[in-house]
């Protein structure tokens, strides 16, 4: 399809009796960022081998760029850059002069690749660092100097396993900021693999959910949990009172229920426990305000539930085999 640059199609991988990765199909588009999500031995680290061409699908068929990584893995490789779980560098060069080496393995001149290293420390936060031996860095330059590691062959893919394991809080938002930067600014494809969800959320356009090798659900938040939840992911909890006039509060309450189920987008209205439940397929908080404002009913709380990405994995990953 046009716009995609990967495209897996009836995927699949065994090692023995064991399937890894089961009938996967999944379109990654260009300049996008996606995020595939899953616990240990999902068939996350399967799939990135696969579109490395590092290991051949036993069914099924990859391309990357246009390309297959199995008959053209070379080609493949100068195009998509790969940033592991841990990064190996040669701990007795510096940090320029690892991404030196790395850019002329690529077949740029030591000129040009020393130009490039050097705008690329700056970017990536380690100019002052640069002339520092890599031994010396600690686990968040190391990653920060992976990701240039990466950058400095100019991919149109960058593929990230685990990538922020032992970053502190701090770091680990610095660097999925600049990670967003790079894709939005140079239109770079990104395929972030991660088991931890609010990174994954923070950071990612679409989201891949992966159990026992299978791809349960693809797309936004929003669409998950559309998907998930029904046609209606958020619930806005409206509590009221009555301004003491004479007409029976029960009597008002009905009203503004019959107000609440008219305005668009709300698709049920329920009472629990003394206060309206809206079911709402967008946020409508603004108009349950209005219609409430304009009873003679006293508004005393309000409150908006949407389901997030934590709500999605618990449902898949911690609500039972039946998912599976």
């Known amino acids: 399809m046009a716009g995609n640059i990967i495209e897996l199609t009836g995927l699949t991988r065994r090692y023995g009796q064991f399937t890894a990765v089961d009938n996967l199909n999944l379109n990654i588009k260009k300049g996008e960022i996606f995020g595939l999500l899953g616990p240990n031995g999902a068939g996350k680290s399967t799939t990135i ?10 069914e099924g068929r990859v ?3 246009g390309l297959d990584p199995t008959a053209s893995p070379v080609e ?4 998509v850059g790969y940033l592991p779980e841990e990064v190996g560098f040669y701990d007795d060069l510096t940090g320029l002069e690892n991404l030196v080496y790395t850019a002329c393995l690529n077949g740029m001149t030591r000129n040009a690749a020393r130009e490039n290293a050097t705008l690329l420390l700056e970017r990536v936060g380690l100019a002052d660092h640069g002339n520092k031996k890599t031994g010396k860095y600690s686990r968040g330059m190391r990653q920060r100097l992976g990701l240039a590691d990466v950058l400095i062959k100019e991919p149109e893919v960058i593929i990230l396993d685990e990538p922020t394991l032992g970053i502190d809080p701090a770091g680990v938002r610095e660097f999925l900021d600049l990670i967003a930067e790079l894709s939005h600014e140079q239109k770079i494809t990104v395929l972030f693999s991660s088991h931890h969800l609010h990174q994954v959320q923070q950071v990612c356009d679409r989201v891949g959910l992966f159990v026992g090798g299978k791809l349960l659900a693809v797309g ?7 998907q998930l939840f029904g046609e209606d992911p958020y619930t806005i909890e409206v509590g009221i009172s009555s301004t003491g006039k004479t007409e029976p509060e029960t009597i008002k309450k009905d009203e503004v229920i019959k107000a609440l189920s008219q305005i668009d987008g709300v698709k049920s209205v329920r009472e629990e426990k003394g206060r309206l439940l809206a079911a709402c397929s967008t946020d409508l908080t603004d108009e349950i305000v209005h219609a409430v404002m304009n009873s003679d009913l006293r508004l005393v709380s309000l409150n ?3 389901y997030g990405l934590d709500d999605i994995y618990y449902h898949y990953f911690e609500g039972g085999d039946d998912h599976v």
Do not use: H
Not at 49 to 54: A, V
Not at 220 to 226: E, H, N, V
């Open 49 to 58: 081998l696969m579109i490395l061409g590092l290991t051949e699908p036993d």
């Open 63 to 65: 391309t990357v760029c």
């Open 76 to 79: 493949v490789k100068r195009r």
């Open 220 to 226: 936004d938040i929003k669409d998950l949990a559309s």
């Open 304 to 306: 908006m539930k949407s």
